[in-house]
């Protein structure tokens, strides 16, 4: 589960001043959250970013024959005196690629290339540099190690094993260590269908001009740069105007077939936030003032059966912060994902911070080396929840738990690498 290190207490001591702390919040999002069900099986090469729905495990070794690490010659060790050199006759060569089969008998050797099957016999593979070749006599020079270049049968993969775990998302080099097995499919569960808006009277779409008063819609962009590094499917469904009965109307028809809804905006007590109402008209709601910065309010609830609904803030970097501490979690757990801790790290601030105990922030840093090569954060220039820049310059997130209070410069801090950034 993602959390901060210090744990929430329980009960009435999770709220302060009537905000609820940010560790509880994900753990009720959490336990809102099933697996999907559906799987469904993928050729290999459609793969990556799956999370899948079977173990892996190895039907045969691999590789699946002792073969050779290096351009050389291979021999019997016993042949060759244990210090100094000694000459052998050349027979043959094997390529990779070539039938098992040949044979290295007593005073004998032949040339071998990189993954060519090892001959019977031979036990040891000397590196061509070590050798000179002339007429059909090799010399090989001293220093030779009994048995050495040789890949072992299964030394990577033993028929059998358990290879990969159902719950495992796929990375580039399982796909690698699927096909090196031979398998050219595999089952994995459905992705997850994330229907996603933005919502406000003032926002205005790509292409259009803005009115007097607009700004353009940054929020559907970053968070679906966000959801596709998670490998959701995404239905985009535009911009909503702060009307209820189109908020209704969309948030009805999205139910019917998104895993999860999103949306950023209108989730204040404004006079044109509408979401929250709307949501608990129609589903169930939970609407939070969460003690967190930025992004203090996120409307949280399901709307019909299953279907998780997200209201996150409008402002840019809070609708971002609030999506990678709340949804991303609740989003791995849907799509079959293993718990999963974020990865943080614990370095030196180089700036003074300024953090109140009792809610957690969340600022933007920039982990880097100083003088000496040590790792350390520095903080990005402005830090205001609608400065989007910020969080374009950031590489990761200075996570500054729920009770600590002000930094010094010099003082530890984890730090959390930003999605994307790496
Ligand atoms: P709201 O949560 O609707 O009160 O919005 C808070 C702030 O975020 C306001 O300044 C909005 O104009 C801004 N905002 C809301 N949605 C977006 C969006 N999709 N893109 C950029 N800014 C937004
Ligand atoms: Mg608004």
Redesign the pocket.
Known sequence: MTSESSSPSQGAGTRQEGLLHANEALRRILDRCSVIRETERLPLDCALGHVLADDVIAPRDVPPRDNSAMDGYALRAADLPPSGSGVLRLTGRVLAGDPAGSVVAPGECVRIMTGAPIPDGADTVVMREQADEADDFVRIGPGHRPGANIRRRGEDLRVGEGVLARGRRLRPADLGLIASLGLPAVRAFRRPRVALF???D??CALGDSPRSGQ??????YSLRGLLEGLGTEIQDLG?LP?DPEQLRSTLRESARSADVVLS?????V?D??HVTQVLAELGQVAFWKIAIKPGR?LAFGTLGDRTLFFG?????V??MVTFIRFVRPALHRIAGQGPEEPLTFEVPCLDALHKAPGRSEFQRGILQRDGSGRLCVGVTGGQG??M?HSMSQANCLIVLEHDRGPVAAGETVTVQPLPGAW
């Open positions: 933005s919502t406000g003032e926002l700004i353009f819609d940054s929020n559907r911009i702060d950023s905006g209108g989730v204040s404004g044109a936030d309010p996150l803030p409008g402002n840019p809070a609708a929840s609608g989007l």
